[in-house]
């Protein structure tokens, strides 16, 4: 039961995807939580290399920050799906599920004009009802070859876990907010991508939203 509610490669509760094509040297950065007031800054670093990432967002802050969202749009990166308020999925009833859903992709919609086709459950924890609400939806679920543990370790440290897991079709997990959090300190994430991008682009790696790397 533990493999099937939190394993990468688990689909028993509903379609999932852990990496992408083996066969490219491609990899999809991902940020988890956001939108925040410092999502902007990693926007700019993004931008710096002209790199595309995949934010997960939870509809909470789509709402409060759509600005924010409006500019991961124009700069070319894309949104997924990430509940409406970050809640543990675990013990839920699948209406719940499914309102959490719905409400993201309506928000995101609203404010962005697209719909989200990716989700990604909170805490990587599947459940029972998510694969009826997946498929209403229209949402594959996206977990990670590598988590950044950005939220607990240092800057260097995370580097280090992102490069040892640097291969082809990797998705790495990050966050551009922490939670239910307003206004959050992505430091560590930051600073993180900062040290990882340019090391990766020398190693003669592209850089993919989640899409692209699982056409």
Same mark, same amino acid.
């Given at each position: 039961? !533990? ?24 990899? !999809?950065? #991902?940020?988890? =939580? ?32 759509? +600005? $924010? ?33 719905? /409400? #993201? ?8 004009? $697209? ?5 990604? @459950?909170?805490?990587?924890? /599947?459940?029972?009802?998510? @694969?009826? @609400? +997946?498929?209403?939806?229209? &949402?594959?679920?996206?977990?990670? #070859?590598?988590? !950044? ?13 992102? &490069?040892?897991? @640097?291969?082809?079709? !990797? ?30 682009? =020398? ?13």
């Amino acid at each position: 039961m !533990a493999w099937a509610v939190r394993g990468r490669s688990s689909a028993v509760f509903g379609p999932s995807v852990w990496h992408g094509n083996r066969d490219r040297k491609e990899i !999809a950065l #991902t940020f988890d =939580d956001g939108p925040s007031p410092a999502t902007a800054v990693l926007l700019d670093l993004l931008a710096k290399h002209n790199v595309p990432a995949t934010f997960f967002q939870c509809g909470m802050h789509v709402r409060r920050y759509p +600005q $924010v969202v409006k500019a991961m749009v124009a700069a070319g990166h894309e949104l997924g799906n990430h509940t409406d308020s970050h809640p543990a999925l675990w013990l839920k009833s699948s209406e719940f599920i499914y309102q959490e859903l719905r /409400r #993201t992709q309506e928000a995101i919609g609203d404010v962005a004009g $697209v719909t989200p086709k990716l989700f990604r @459950a909170t805490y990587g924890v /599947r459940w029972f009802g998510l @694969a009826e @609400a +997946q498929k209403r939806l229209g &949402l594959l679920n996206v977990m990670w #070859t590598t988590i !950044a543990l950005d939220w607990k370790s240092s800057p260097p440290d995370v580097a280090s876990r992102l &490069l040892r897991g @640097a291969r082809n079709g !990797a998705i790495f997990c990050l966050h551009d907010a922490r939670e239910r959090d307003p206004d959050p300190d992505i430091r560590v994430s930051v600073d993180s991508v900062k040290r990882v991008v340019p090391v990766l682009l =020398d190693k003669g790696y592209e850089f993919r939203t989640v899409s692209d790397l699982l056409r």
